[in-house]
């Protein structure tokens, strides 16, 4: 039998909690649920989860502060619930670590496709297969990547934490380095989605990657920026 993905919801509001879980349920995944950042510690220290339902605005410690800490220890994959207007906390999500969002009030089915969609991409949905591309280890400059586990190591053979979102960027690159990619290219590689006029998701998961590679955000090295075009991948990318 294969596995059910499983999903923690982090809310304070007791119906969308039960809503999500019933609805979610229904389409073949576990649900636990948790009221605050304290529970959802204990759930998280007594199993594992494949991705979290996180809300923004919760009293004591909020979505932000929340999605911080974790990112400092963990990859899951976080999708962040938000109120409709509050476009810079968004920004600030994805800029510290969130996977996705999804504005409130929302159709559940949405949330269940981008969920679906977040499982794909960061590799731990049940149904996902290992193909010879998946399997391939590829270096670059100083560093290792296994696209198969979704592991990227340094020179040190240190592990360093992406999100899901952040390591979908840097496999679209390195399997096509030298060639430009537009921003709408990369969203559509990474996510499957068509950017708005104001969406900023790939330039954020860039800066962020970015960071990670230990660029100088003003000369950058490896990820390059082209005036009007988009960004390329200047280092060359062989097999391990």
Not at 32 to 48: I, N, S, V, W, Y
Not at 170 to 177: D, G, N, Q, Y
Request: aromatic share 4%; glycine share 8%; with cysteine.
């Amino acid at each position: 039998m294969q596995r059910k993905p499983h999903i923690l919801i982090v809310d304070d509001d007791r119906e969308i909690r039960d809503l999500l879980a019933k609805f979610l349920s229904r389409h073949d995944f576990r649900v636990d649920t948790a009221a605050d950042g304290r529970e959802m510690d204990r759930h998280l220290a007594g199993g594992r989860f494949d991705l979290l339902v996180l809300d923004l605005m919760m009293p004591g410690e909020d979505g932000l502060a929340i999605c911080r800490r974790l990112r400092q220890e963990s990859g899951i994959p976080i999708l962040m619930l938000t109120a409709l207007g509050e476009e810079a906390d968004r920004i600030v999500g994805l800029e510290i670590g969130a996977d996705d969002y999804l504005p409130k009030p929302f159709n559940p089915r949405e949330l269940l496709a981008r969920i679906r969609a977040v499982l794909r991409r960061g590799g731990d949905a049940p149904d996902r297969t290992d193909d010879g591309t998946r399997a391939r280890k590829l270096r670059f400059e100083s560093w290792q990547i296994d696209l198969r586990t979704r592991e990227l190591r340094d020179e040190e053979g240190t592990l360093v934490t992406l999100t899901s979102g952040e390591f979908d960027l840097l496999e679209a690159f390195v399997e096509r380095p030298q060639q430009i990619l537009s921003r709408d290219q990369l969203a559509d590689l990474t996510s499957g989605r068509v950017l708005g006029p104001l969406d900023r998701s790939v330039d954020v998961a860039l800066s962020r990657l970015r960071r990670k590679l230990g660029e100088d955000p003003k000369t950058p090295r490896l990820i390059k920026t082209v005036r009007h075009g988009g960004y390329y991948f200047a280092a060359d990318v062989s097999p391990c």
